[in-house]
């Protein structure tokens, strides 16, 4: 082969070489870097789609017997001052019946006729997707309404500050014609706070549950008129089971937290995410209230049983700080899977939580509730599901690669219309593009094949080349001459 063409060969091989190397070399350059560690900001980023706020609307029918004036006591006790000429007018009689009334009602007030009332008031609490069509897990307390426990909130409602002074207001206007004294007036509202307690009957219970999620919702009417309307599944109760409830929205296509596959152990990093808020009859927050969705964060602290009809069993006390609200919210590990469902707290005297005593039901005893109720969960997070879509789509917008997020955040929202927290991020995304921050590679993976089949084929065409060269160099060289034959020499 002639020294031109054996370096024209080389050349082109080194060629071929050298455009696949820089090729592989391009693809390693701009290959997504690893993602950030989770943070405890990260878990509960990505967690919050799953969370709901619950609220249930309780109907109450109750009966009690109304008190009705004695009036022969009444007339017994001031007949003689009638005699006496002590009373002479009407005026007088009133005045002196209404003072015997308020100095001691008990002894003037009889049993009267029943009365019924239907009035109703709201329950609010925490839950959280199980799957992607619309099971939720909360406690079951959050769901639950007992009539006894209903007629404790009754009965303690009469001891409230705000019940006392309203009914106050009703007392003098009932009795207009008389001014009670502060005194007297202590006096019927204690008559009637034991009143209510002895005669008070809860008759029935309705009730309604709406769901709501985002960054805060409104309570109240606005979550009655616009809530996700939901049923209740199963119930494993908070006497006697394991304060456990799961529910079915009238929804699919939601994001949904992964159960954890075992218990947590003590020093775990636990992660409370509800929307905290006073629920029940004690309420001193409006009804119709903005409420915010809140984490609070903390570790494993202790282990204590509890009672059931299946005998004990174990719950975990975290430090992360739970209240009146948060009840159903998830604690999630720090990968982000649910380690188990708030249910109580135990309080200091002044009702706030006691160091490492905020209680939560493990995961275990989820998984046996949602098995007995035929609910299938996935294992764990796969990359198929809306939540690790969304952990990975966070993890493009940390390395500045927003497009790569917003096609993510968009098939997001194309599978969970309901989901809020997307709607905002593209809204971010796509002003990062805008503002010129994007900082996507170009998508080189299409090229692999092409360039390494291009490679393969400049090789084979060299290596065929050189080969056919060759072989045309044998045939074309000349041979060498043959010796001559001797002369013999003349004779002489």
Do not use: C
């Not at 805008?434 to 092409?450: C, E, F, H, I, Q």
């Amino acid at each position: 082969m002639k020294p031109v063409v054996r370096i024209g060969v080389v050349a082109l091989l080194a060629l071929a070489i050298l455009a696949n190397g820089a090729l592989a070399a391009a693809i390693v350059l701009t290959r997504e870097p690893a993602p950030r560690p989770l943070t405890a900001e990260r878990v509960a980023t990505a967690s919050k789609p799953a969370i709901v706020f619950i609220q249930s609307d309780y109907t109450i029918t109750t009966s009690m017997t109304q008190p009705a004036i004695k009036q022969s006591a009444v007339e017994q006790a001031l007949q003689p001052r009638v005699d006496s000429g002590e009373i002479r007018s009407a005026d007088q009689w009133q005045q002196a019946a209404d003072r015997l009334v308020f100095a001691n009602p008990d002894a003037y007030y009889a049993n009267g006729n029943s009365a019924t009332d239907s009035w109703s008031y709201w329950a609010t609490g925490s839950g959280f997707f199980v799957t992607e069509d619309g099971y939720v897990v909360t406690a079951a307390h959050v769901v639950t309404a007992s009539k006894a426990d209903i007629r404790d909130s009754v009965i303690a409602e009469t001891k409230t500050q705000g019940y006392v002074d309203d009914f106050k207001n009703t007392i003098k206007k009932t009795f207009s014609e008389y001014s009670a004294t502060d005194a007297e007036l202590n006096n019927f509202v204690d008559f009637w706070q034991r009143w209510v307690d002895r005669y008070i009957s809860v008759d029935k219970i309705d009730a309604k549950y709406f769901l709501g999620s985002g960054a805060s919702v409104q309570a109240g009417d606005g979550m009655t008129s616009g809530g996700i309307r939901a049923s209740v599944v199963s119930v494993d109760p908070t006497v006697g089971g394991h304060d456990i409830a799961i529910l079915k929205a009238d929804t699919s296509g939601v994001p949904a937290l992964a159960i954890a596959g075992s218990d947590p152990q003590l020093g775990d990093a636990t992660y409370a995410i509800g929307y905290p808020r006073t629920a029940y009859l004690q309420e001193t927050v409006p009804t119709n209230q903005t409420v915010p969705i809140a984490v609070t964060n903390g570790k494993v602290q202790r282990m204590t049983s509890r009672s059931s009809t299946d005998g004990s069993w174990k719950v975990y006390g975290t430090d992360a700080q739970f209240t009146h609200g948060d009840s159903g919210g998830p604690v999630v590990d720090a990968r982000g899977n649910v380690m188990g469902v708030i249910s109580f707290i135990i309080p200091d005297a002044s009702g706030n939580q006691l160091p490492g005593q905020g209680y939560f039901v493990p995961s275990s005893f989820i998984r046996e509730d949602l098995a007995k109720a035929n609910v299938s969960i996935a294992p764990d997070r796969t990359n198929t599901n809306l939540t690790d879509t969304y952990y990975r789509a966070l993890a493009k917008g940390d390395n500045g690669r927003y497009r790569e997020e917003l096609n993510l955040l968009l098939s997001i929202q194309s599978r969970s219309a309901r989901d809020t927290y997307v709607t905002a991020d593209i809204g971010h995304t796509q002003a990062e593009i805008a503002a010129g921050n994007d900082r996507t590679p170009p998508d080189l993976s299409g090229y692999v094949l092409p360039g390494t089949g291009s490679a393969a084929g400049v090789i084979l065409v060299a290596l065929l080349t050189w080969l056919v060269l060759a072989l045309a160099a044998g045939r074309t060289r000349a041979a060498p001459p043959e010796p001559a034959a001797a002369t013999p020499l003349a004779a002489d």
